[in-house]
T-cell receptor
Framework: DAGVTQSPTHLIKTRGQQVTLRCSPK?????VSWYQQALGQGPQFIFQ???????QRGNFPDRFSGHQFPNYSSELNVNALLLGDSALYLC???????????????FGQGTRLTVV | AQSVTQLGSHVSVSEGALVLLRCNYS??????LFWYVQYPNQGLQLLLK??????LVKGINGFEAEFKKSETSFHLTKPSAHMSDAAEYFC?????????????FGAGTRLAVHP
């Protein structure tokens, strides 16, 4: 079991550009959540996808968007990059259980985005 | 609304000493509580979790935590620190909202272990 895999591991972009980060969930998981972790801070929830729809969203602008594919993998897109978007972006997968808390969230290694 | 406060951004202990990392939470619904560890340049690994039932939970690598509702706390302890325990530790709270949950993390505590 490969666990949660994210690509790329590192990325450097210029202000104003757009970026796409990718995540493959752990085998058997159907829910993907994305988090932003700025340097020296705890992860902040961006949004969560289940059944190819955004189910919850944190306090992030519309420049942050996502997608979930039929195979449960997911993409995070950020438009009009700002210097403040530099962070470690973490993907977490879990199994949604109706009427109950999702199972344990497994995290990927993250994608380190640097905006210059 | 939910939130987590981790007291002490840096904790330093001697090898073999007790490790105590403090976490207080706020939640309007029954909380689910977690401790995660992050090693440099890596993602998060779950140490332990509290959902329901026994308030003292044991996790991996000898860590344990006790849920105290009256104190709204979920402190992480380990009787004897190892050099390999040096890492960043995050406390998180979760609760169902509209059928879906998300993790709310504290700012983290960096644990240093010296010989």
């Amino acid at each position: 079991d490969a666990g949660v895999t994210q690509s790329p591991t590192h990325l450097i972009k210029t202000r104003g550009q757009q970026v796409t980060l990718r995540c493959s969930p752990k085998s058997g998981h159907d829910t993907v959540s994305w988090y932003q972790q700025a340097l020296g801070q705890g992860p902040q929830f961006i949004f969560q996808y289940y059944e190819e729809e955004e189910r919850q969203r944190g306090n992030f602008p519309d420049r942050f968007s996502g997608h979930q594919f039929p195979n449960y993998s997911s993409e995070l897109n950020v438009n009009a990059l700002l210097l403040g978007d530099s962070a470690l972006y973490l993907c977490a997968s879990s199994l949604f259980l109706t009427g109950y808390l999702n199972t344990e969230a497994f995290f990927g290694q993250g994608t380190r985005l640097t905006v210059v | 609304a939910q939130s987590v406060t981790q007291l002490g951004s840096h904790v330093s202990v001697s090898e073999g000493a007790l490790v105590l990392l403090r976490c207080n939470y706020s939640s309007s619904v029954p909380p689910y509580l977690f401790w995660y560890v992050q090693y440099p340049n890596q993602g998060l690994q779950l140490l332990l979790k509290y959902t329901t039932g026994a308030t003292l939970v044991k996790g991996i690598n000898g860590f344990e935590a006790e849920f105290k509702k009256s104190e709204t706390s979920f402190h992480l302890t380990k009787p004897s620190a190892h050099m390999s325990d040096a890492a960043e530790y995050f406390c998180a709270v979760s609760g169902i909202s509209g059928g879906y949950n998300k993790l709310i993390f504290g700012a983290g505590t960096r644990l240093a272990v010296h010989p």
